[in-house]
């Protein structure tokens, strides 16, 4: 809704009439008057029926500004508005009347004119919905279309985004809730109850480049000792990936971790909140791994993404001498690829990332550290953070400037159709940066 400012000349009449009001009482009025604001004394004027547009109560405040008759004409019913500046005054949140020549700003809805409540739809949610199990009594479900390639940049796929009082998103009015994002949707709980399922919460504060941090993980009580060292190491982390790529934390504060159980992957995260399998399936890797993504989740193309978390992760895991668990090994995935290359189902990477063993972008993005080194990799980490796609044709240029030569040998078979030219790094150039405990 546009508004224009209120002139001085107009503020000034106004702000006159109401000071020869208040001298024209009694002075026993007067000592009361003289406590009220010029504001305080518009809101508490006399208020035409039509103001409340028969369905709003709890007056707020009024606000006097000729001009908006010629756009609003003799009434008009604007609805709900966040508390803004407008025509020279401070405005609380509320619902906006115009009825020539003031605004009526109204705290709430009469009772006969609020929504009859009504069950959410409570088919179809799915678990990650629920958050383990804490969140009951949905209010809502929605979807923004409008807004869905900003959500899937600050939330990525999930988001435990916290307690909101009531508010205005999406052009929708919604009550006070626990707000849970998984893509493309909202899910509005009215209740949160961690210890009705065992579960605690544990916290770190951190300072970062632009901001104090709050870390909370939301875990089993019989865990307390692995989310503390989990939050540790993600302390230690973010500090590092921050120094390492010069890109301040991009997540929201307090930034929530969540023990799932029932995660069918290791770990998923985002700028929004990070899910972790239960111990000990959750490890030091997974959790530095999942750090990456607070930096470049909804971002594509997906072996980019992923190839950059599995790679700083692993710099990260040698640099804070983190241990290894089990399998889950550089060396490891690589093996798991290396069993399939050359074969029918060696697809290359673009497009395909997800019907690949891990190992292929691994092997790929180790390949171009052992040539060019960290540098040339957090070059891409940029590029893709500031363009948001980093596709084969951009990886190209960035590779022919990086090399002085045609980089077609390190995509054809890799990262696009063609059979393969280079296998190691040094079928390509010297090797500057060699990553020996990377290979199998």
Same mark, same amino acid.
């Given at each position: 809704? !546009?508004?224009?400012?209120?002139?001085?000349l107009?503020?000034? =009449?106004?702000?006159?009439?109401?000071?020869?009001?208040?001298?024209?009482?009694?002075?026993?009025?007067?000592?009361?008057?003289?406590?009220?604001?010029?504001?305080?004394?518009?809101?508490?004027?006399?208020?035409?029926?039509?103001?409340?547009?028969?369905?709003?109560?709890?007056?707020?405040?009024?606000?006097?500004?000729?001009?908006?008759?010629?756009?609003?004409?003799?009434?008009?019913?604007?609805?709900?508005?966040? &508390?803004?500046?407008?025509?020279?005054?401070?405005?609380? &949140?509320?619902?906006?009347?115009?009825?020539?020549?003031?605004?009526?700003?109204?705290?709430?809805?009469?009772?006969?004119?609020?929504?009859?409540?009504?069950?959410?739809? =409570?088919?179809?949610?799915?678990?990650? &919905?629920?958050?383990?199990?804490?969140?009951?009594?949905?209010?809502?479900?929605?979807?923004?279309?409008a807004?869905?390639?900003?959500e899937?940049?600050?939330?990525?796929?999930?988001?435990?985004?916290? #307690?909101?009082? &009531? =508010?205005?998103?999406?052009?929708?009015? #919604?009550?006070?809730?626990?707000?849970?994002?998984?893509?493309?949707?909202?899910?509005?709980?009215?209740? !949160?109850?961690?210890?009705?399922?065992? %579960?605690?919460?544990?916290?770190?504060?951190?300072?970062?480049?632009?901001?104090?941090?709050?870390?909370?993980f939301?875990?089993?009580?019989?865990?307390?000792?692995?989310?503390?060292?989990?939050l540790?190491?993600?302390?230690?982390?973010?500090?590092?990936?921050?120094?390492?790529?010069?890109?301040?934390?991009?997540?929201?504060?307090?930034?929530?971790?969540?023990?799932?159980?029932?995660?069918?992957?290791?770990?998923?995260?985002?700028?929004?909140?990070?899910?972790?399998?239960?111990?000990?399936?959750? =490890?030091?890797?997974?959790?530095?791994?999942e750090?990456?993504?607070?930096?470049?989740?909804?971002?594509?193309?997906?072996?980019?993404?992923?190839?950059?978390?599995?790679?700083?992760? %692993?710099?990260?895991?040698?640099?804070? !001498?983190?241990?290894?668990?089990?399998?889950?090994? %550089?060396?490891?995935?690589?093996?798991?690829?290396?069993?399939?290359?050359?074969?029918?189902?060696?697809?290359?990477?673009?497009?395909?990332?997800? !019907?690949?063993?891990?190992?292929?972008?691994?092997?790929?993005?180790?390949?171009?550290?052992?040539? %060019?080194?960290?540098? #040339?990799?957090?070059?891409? #980490?940029?590029?893709?953070?500031?363009?948001?796609?980093?596709?084969?044709?951009?990886?190209?240029?960035?590779l022919?400037?990086?090399?002085g030569?045609?980089?077609?040998?390190?995509?054809?078979?890799?990262?696009?159709?063609?059979?393969?030219?280079?296998?190691?790094?040094?079928d390509?150039?010297?090797?500057?940066?060699?990553?020996?405990?990377?290979?199998?």
């Amino acid at each position: 809704m !546009k508004r224009k400012n209120l002139s001085l000349l107009v503020a000034l =009449t106004i702000a006159q009439a109401c000071v020869a009001s208040v001298q024209n009482h009694s002075v026993s009025a007067q000592s009361s008057y003289q406590s009220l604001s010029v504001s305080s004394i518009l809101t508490a004027a006399a208020v035409p029926a039509q103001a409340d547009a028969g369905k709003y109560e709890n007056l707020l405040k009024t606000i006097a500004c000729p001009a908006d008759q010629k756009q609003y004409g003799n009434f008009a019913d604007t609805g709900h508005f966040e &508390a803004l500046n407008y025509c020279g005054h401070s405005a609380p &949140a509320g619902y906006w009347v115009w009825v020539s020549p003031n605004w009526y700003i109204w705290g709430g809805l009469k009772s006969s004119h609020k929504p009859a409540e009504k069950p959410a739809d =409570t088919s179809n949610i799915p678990t990650q &919905a629920r958050v383990g199990g804490k969140y009951k009594d949905l209010l809502q479900r929605f979807d923004c279309p409008a807004k869905r390639a900003e959500e899937k940049t600050k939330y990525g796929r999930f988001a435990d985004t916290g #307690f909101f009082e &009531a =508010t205005t998103y999406c052009g929708q009015r #919604f009550p006070a809730a626990h707000w849970v994002y998984v893509a493309p949707n909202w899910y509005l709980w009215k209740t !949160k109850d961690l210890n009705a399922i065992g %579960y605690q919460v544990s916290t770190r504060d951190l300072q970062l480049k632009q901001q104090r941090l709050t870390l909370r993980f939301e875990h089993h009580k019989s865990h307390r000792a692995w989310a503390e060292t989990s939050l540790n190491q993600l302390v230690a982390t973010l500090k590092n990936i921050e120094e390492m790529t010069g890109i301040p934390y991009p997540g929201v504060n307090p930034y929530t971790l969540v023990e799932d159980p029932k995660l069918p992957l290791l770990g998923r995260a985002g700028p929004g909140g990070m899910e972790l399998i239960s111990p000990p399936k959750g =490890t030091p890797w997974t959790i530095l791994h999942e750090a990456v993504h607070i930096w470049n989740a909804g971002y594509e193309p997906n072996w980019v993404v992923e190839g950059h978390a599995n790679y700083f992760s %692993y710099l990260l895991m040698e640099k804070l !001498k983190y241990p290894f668990i089990g399998d889950e090994t %550089y060396p490891e995935y690589i093996r798991e690829w290396r069993e399939i290359q050359g074969k029918a189902d060696d697809y290359p990477l673009d497009n395909n990332y997800h !019907k690949l063993p891990q190992g292929k972008a691994m092997a790929w993005w180790a390949m171009i550290h052992e040539l %060019y080194g960290p540098a #040339f990799t957090i070059k891409t #980490f940029k590029v893709l953070h500031d363009e948001k796609n980093l596709g084969t044709a951009r990886m190209a240029q960035l590779l022919r400037e990086v090399s002085g030569k045609d980089p077609a040998p390190l995509l054809d078979g890799w990262v696009r159709a063609g059979s393969y030219k280079v296998k190691r790094s040094q079928d390509f150039g010297l090797l500057k940066f060699p990553l020996a405990k990377a290979w199998p």
